[in-house]
């Protein structure tokens, strides 16, 4: 596909500030695009919007198609008319606070879904059917998971019972009976999310702003896609994975990443038509106008670990049929509106894949500071431009923590390369804009920046660890940091660099 030169910015909803302990998809989502538009940007990145649950990440939900309940604004369902008061469970909270949120967000959900029971018009209901009927392929199976995992205390499916676990018939039948109520709930929370996300999302485009959506290429073991579709992934008789997915050892990790996701049974994928991986895409694209699909390196190869290794050194690679299943995508859909997330060990065949069907791939300038030959520094960016530059993402730290750590070797050639280019750097609170405006110079041509850079933010702000099981995706930006003046230094290297959104 054909990107614009333009810019954005990489912030995920449960960062922006507020009175609840979680950011939303409200007031301040609202404020965060007007001073985007302002910025001149064309473009807001999120992360994965599915329910998240152990260790908070979304990389790993409980659906590759669902939406995050906790993102759910109380105050628009306050003006509905479904609550009769949303007020904040204490407060303020600088971080995500997430067992606040698990403790406080589920009883004012069912508050919600009451007080829409006793009180909405026959409108919302028949939108609310409509909804039901549209998503029904995804959305039976996700609703009664949910309500499984209630009714066994959270526990992962399988270690349910195990008519449950295999999914009889007669289990699921009765299953289905018995929590009516539950399910419905989950159904209904679905659908609130959606219209919000959707409202969100009409009010980007009215600004002239576009979303990058975020999707992980594996799927949680524990999630409704798991036990409702078992035969798609590599599971033994007892439906436990075979192998893991994980990265060798690499620059996050001198033993690997061991993520613990199931891997895909691409044969049984391959004999479906990759139905449900054209249904996955297909419902992305419904909630971004671009999709940047997270380890895109697994479609041509996978590290496969096997299950119960304690580290992810002890995998190996194994092939997967990427240049049939995007053929079979652009058959079904006509376009592939798709960044490649092609970071890490990457081969000839994954960069052939990714330029074969004309994805833009990954740079990230915390990267590219060690030699000329760097395939992350800008003079060795593709003359086609077709690329997406980052001063870092989600899973680096801060441009300016990452500077104030970074080995004084890089930090010196850094210190070169930016002032052959008449950039100014001479100390590490100056490495964020000093990054932003290399990204914005570039030849790539859609640049994006985690707002924690503009933000000229430190370590304290990182987003993910990526070796951390826990303590990560807490990170929100204080209320009043998104100045005018903050934008207009945006748009003025973006009108510098020939960046500016066109009205």
């Keep these: 596909m054909e990107l614009p030169r333009s810019f954005g910015v990489l912030l995920h909803p449960t960062s922006f500030p507020g009175p609840y302990p979680i950011g939303n998809l409200g007031r301040e989502a609202r404020g965060f695009l007007a001073w985007l538009a302002d910025a001149g940007a064309r473009w807001w990145q999120v992360l994965p919007l599915g329910p998240t ?12 198609f669902a939406g995050n309940p906790y993102l759910i604004d109380p105050e628009v369902m306050l ?10 469970p204490g407060g303020p909270f600088p971080r995500v606070d997430y067992g606040l949120v698990y403790r406080w967000a589920w009883p004012l959900l069912r508050e919600a879904f009451s007080g829409f029971r006793e009180r909405t018009g026959e409108d919302d209901w028949r939108v609310f059917a409509e909804f039901e009927r549209q998503h ?34 007669a289990a699921l039948a009765a299953a289905r009976d018995r929590l009516a109520e539950e399910t419905a709930f989950q159904r209904w929370v679905q659908w609130v999310f959606y219209d919000q ?22 799927v949680a073991h524990d999630s409704a896609d798991v036990w409702a579709h078992p035969e798609l992934f590599q ?27 199931p891997l895909y049974d691409w044969e049984t994928l391959r004999r479906t038509g990759f139905a449900w991986w054209i249904q996955r895409i297909r419902h992305a694209l419904k909630l971004a106008d671009l999709v940047r699909i997270d380890h895109f390196r697994g ?7 096997p299950a119960g290794a304690s580290t992810a050194e002890s995998g190996h690679w194994e092939k997967a049929p990427g240049e049939e299943l995007f053929r079979k995508i652009l058959d079904e859909l ?3 509106p798709i960044v490649a997330e092609d970071l890490g060990l990457i081969t000839p065949e994954v960069e052939a894949l990714r330029d074969r069907f004309g994805l833009p791939g990954m740079k990230v300038l915390q990267f590219a500071f060690t030699d000329e030959d760097n395939p992350f520094l ?10 997406v530059v980052y001063t870092g993402t989600h899973d680096n730290d801060t441009t300016r923590g990452w500077c104030e750590q970074a080995p004084p070797a890089e930090i010196e050639f850094m210190r070169r390369y930016l002032e052959e280019r008449a950039i100014a750097f001479r100390s590490c609170a100056d490495a964020p804009w000093a990054l932003i405006e290399l990204a914005m110079r570039s030849r790539c041509r859609l640049a994006v920046f985690p707002l924690q850079d503009p933000l000229e933010l430190g370590s304290e702000a990182r987003m993910n660890f990526p070796a951390r099981a826990a303590g990560n995706w807490t990170w929100r930006y204080p209320a009043g940091a998104l100045t005018p003046e903050l934008a207009a230094r945006l748009r003025r290297l973006a009108e510098g660099y020939d960046r500016i959104r066109r009205e």
């Design 197 to 218: 996300w959707r409202a969100l999302l009409a009010e980007a485009h009215g600004r002239g702003l576009k979303v990058i959506g975020d999707m992980p290429i594996f």
């Design 53 to 64: 649950g152990y260790g908070d990440s979304p990389y790993q939900a409980f659906s590759a």
């Design 79 to 88: 003006a509905r008319g479904w609550l009769r008061r949303a007020e904040p």
């Design 334 to 336: 006509g376009d592939l």
């Design 235 to 261: 599971l033994d008789e007892d439906l436990n994975p075979v192998a893991v997915a994980g990265v060798p050892p690499d620059y996050f990790s001198p033993t690997g990443q061991l993520w613990g996701n």
């Design 136 to 169: 029904a392929d995804w959305l039976e199976d996700y609703a009664l998971f949910m309500a499984l995992k209630g009714e066994h205390g959270g526990a992962p499916w399988w270690s349910w019972p195990e008519p449950l676990k295999r999914r009889e018939t």
């Design 378 to 387: 800008p003079h060795n960016y593709p003359e086609s431009g077709n690329c």
């Design 299 to 305: 479609f041509v190869a996978y590290w496969a670990v």
